[in-house]
């Protein structure tokens, strides 16, 4: 069945350093991908999202590529706030096949100033 | 590892009757679950969260009276859709956190108001 893997946490950077996630995803026909992002105790914001190959979905300086060939979909940020600590999920999400999300674990970060 | 269950997994009622939503954290207690729901075609929606023993905390533009949210106890909390009507139709997805602030999601829950 479809899957999403992500690079396990916790990840730790100094403040201003370059950041990528790794999502990598299985699935069959062409899903759409989410980036989510949990601040502490708080619920699920969406991120970013791209709904077909090549696509590039950004936000708040964040930015991820559907790559179907590599079936990878990788969070990627130049240079990370403290702000930006919070844990991180990537999903899928199939439209066309009972509307399902299927998500990542999720991966911690920790930013230190 | 962490489970978290939700019953049922498929609904199907008549316009004007209420549904039932439960959510369940089988191995861990969680202070604070979250609803969501997901449109067809577009990302989840954050629709309030739950903490165990107060009243639930609603999203801007979610109905408190439509979706009533009970937090039980520490292992379970459930959505009542009331009065549902067709637009209400969606997919409704729990998650619980843990001690350690991780996220657990459920299985989701399909309804369907004829």
């Known amino acids: 069945g479809d899957s999403v893997t992500q690079m396990e946490g916790p990840v730790t950077l100094s403040e201003e350093a370059f950041l990528t996630i790794n999502c990598t995803y299985t699935?069959?026909?062409?899903?759409?991908l989410f980036w989510y992002v949990q601040y502490p105790g708080e619920g699920l914001q969406l991120l970013l999202k791209?709904?077909?190959?090549?696509d590039k979905g950004s936000n708040k300086g964040f930015e991820a590529t559907y790559r179907k060939e590599t079936t990878s979909f990788h969070l990627e940020k130049g240079s990370v706030q403290v702000s930006d600590s919070a844990v991180y999920f990537c999903a899928l999400y199939q439209p066309d096949r009972d509307d399902k999300i299927i998500f990542g674990k999720g991966t911690r970060l920790h930013i230190l100033p | 590892g962490a489970v978290v269950s939700q019953h049922p997994s498929r609904v199907i009622c008549k316009s004007g009757t209420s549904v039932k939503i439960e959510c369940r954290s089988l191995d861990f207690q969680a202070t604070t679950m979250f609803w969501y729901r997901q449109f067809p075609k577009q990302s989840l929606m954050l629709m309030a969260t739950s903490n165990e023993g107060s009243k639930a905390t609603y999203e801007q533009g979610v109905e408190k009276d439509k979706f009533l949210i009970n937090h039980a106890s520490l292992t379970l909390s459930t959505l009542t859709v009331t009065s549902a009507h067709p637009e209400d139709s969606s997919f409704y997805i729990c998650?619980?956190?843990?001690?350690?602030?991780?996220?657990?999601f459920g299985p989701g829950t399909r309804l369907t108001v004829l």
């Open positions: 699935a069959t026909g062409y899903p759409s």
């Open positions: 791209a709904t077909k190959a090549d």
């Open positions: 998650s619980a956190l843990s001690r350690r602030d991780t996220q657990y």
